[in-house]
């Protein structure tokens, strides 16, 4: 996480903790010529865009006040979608038994992605159940070798 991200959460956590919405995930991003603060909300049932636009609007707010980023950006906050990243301890445990995606930093049985359904969380690896030809099997994923880990939509 950058020093800019963390400033960020740190400066909106207390806004999105009173408004009742979870904050997922917050991206500093370049794109082209322009910046881009996404800011990912989440609360029980989901989001919709009326929630998206009030935590815009205090957001925005808070960043005026107290903004640590230095040249123009524009501010977008949406809901993490169905393919939500999975980055605290929080979200392995609520995607336990739900197909999740991971991609490691290094290869692990000569695969750095895989694809399966979420096991169970230890306190230094997670399990994932994955479908290798006709069969299923089980591997253990170290946590420090998840580079991301997101819910994956699986048909």
């Not at 909106?12 to 991206?27: A, G, H, R």
């Not at 370049?30 to 929630?51: H, P």
């Not at 980055?87 to 991971?102: G, L, M, T």
Request: with cysteine; charged share 35%; proline share 5%.
């Amino acid at each position: 996480m950058s020093k800019i991200t963390e400033q960020v959460e740190t400066l909106i956590q207390p806004v999105l903790d009173k408004l009742n919405f979870e904050l997922v995930e917050v991206l500093f991003e370049k794109e082209g010529k322009d910046y881009f603060l996404r800011v990912s909300i989440d609360k029980e049932g989901g989001v919709d865009l009326n929630d998206c636009t009030l935590a815009s609007e205090k957001i925005s707010e808070v960043m005026d006040e107290h903004d640590p980023i230095d040249q123009m950006y524009y501010l977008d906050v949406a809901s993490p979608g169905a393919e939500r990243p999975i980055k605290k301890e929080k979200d392995y445990q609520n995607a336990i038994s739900k197909p999740i995606y991971v991609s490691l930093y290094a290869p692990i049985e000569g695969a750095k992605e895989w694809l399966g359904t979420l096991q169970s969380v230890e306190d230094d690896y997670i399990v994932m159940e994955v479908k290798d030809k006709a069969k299923t099997k089980q591997v253990e994923i170290p946590k420090n070798k998840i580079a991301k880990a997101r819910h994956a939509v699986m048909l």
